[in-house]
Nanobody, 115 residues
Framework: VQLVESGGGLVQPGGSLRLSCAASGFTFSTSAMLWARQAPGKGLEWVSTIYSSGSTYYADSVKGRFTISRDNAKNTVDLQMNSLTPEDTAVYYC??????????RGQGTQVTVSS
């Protein structure tokens, strides 16, 4: 399993970012995928999950602001993040499956929300 996140960076409060995760080494189209994040000094936090059916779920903290999507032809899963706040600052990870603490996750991409 290989997962490579991209798209992180520095953004002002209220801004937007789109994260992308490129997946390989497993049957992507039949796998659930999730995004998780870890803020400085805090534990790993579930953000969103998308199942092979296309069903999506979100943490209350991001509901209405973040949108998860997948492209089975390209083996990618994206996270569109809008109305970002400093509380969204974290390293964001792409994870294969629906288990938050799976070993099948990428190296992460840093998102910093600051003015």
């Amino acid at each position: 399993v290989q997962l490579v996140e991209s798209g992180g960076g520095l953004v002002q409060p209220g801004g937007s970012l789109r994260l992308s995760c490129a997946a390989s080494g497993f049957t992507f189209s039949t796998s659930a995928m999730l995004w998780a994040r870890q803020a400085p000094g805090k534990g790993l936090e579930w953000v969103s999950t998308i199942y092979s059916s296309g069903s999506t779920y979100y943490a209350d903290s991001v509901k209405g602001r973040f949108t998860i999507s997948r492209d089975n032809a390209k083996n990618t899963v994206d996270l569109q993040m809008n109305s970002l706040t400093p509380e969204d600052t974290a390293v964001y990870y792409c994870v294969e499956g629906n288990y938050l603490y799976s070993d099948s996750r990428g190296q992460g991409t840093q998102v910093t929300v600051s003015s």
